[in-house]
């Protein structure tokens, strides 16, 4: 069984950074298939990043440019680097994960079986 907590969200201003982290347990992260989604009360769940067990990744376009996932091999961990950020950005971002092989892109939510509690990012203008 996977567990997933993530933390690093916060209020911040328009332009500035956050990193998030997904620390994974019961599993070895380096070999999961990774994604942050995220999502808005009454609002549809977002794919935002995904990253494979090759290390290859994937951005979707509403964040290109600006957000950049990895893995921490060290602490076990998901890493969501996130500049420039902006009001839009503004939701509950969450951690999910599969084990064995993904196609890049997969960022639909019903394909990921470990989930974590979430952890809420503000941007204010």
């Known amino acids: 069984q996977v567990q997933l907590v993530e933390s690093g969200g916060g209020s911040v201003q328009t332009g500035e950074s956050l990193t998030l982290s997904c620390v994974a347990s019961g599993y070895t992260a380096s070999s999961l298939c990774m994604a942050w989604f995220r999502q808005n009360p009454g609002k549809d769940r977002e794919g935002v990043a995904q990253i494979d067990s090759d290390g290859r990744t994937f951005v979707a376009d509403s964040v290109k440019g600006r957000f950049t996932v990895s893995k921490d091999n060290s602490k076990n961990a998901l890493v969501l680097e996130m500049n420039s950020l902006k009001p839009e950005d503004s939701a509950k971002y969450y951690c999910?994960?599969?084990?064995?092989?993904?196609?890049?892109?997969?960022?639909?939510?019903?394909?990921?079986?470990?989930w974590g509690p979430g952890t809420q990012v503000t941007v204010s203008s």
């Open positions: 999910a994960a599969k084990s064995g092989f993904c196609w890049l892109p997969s960022l639909s939510g019903s394909e990921y079986a470990y």
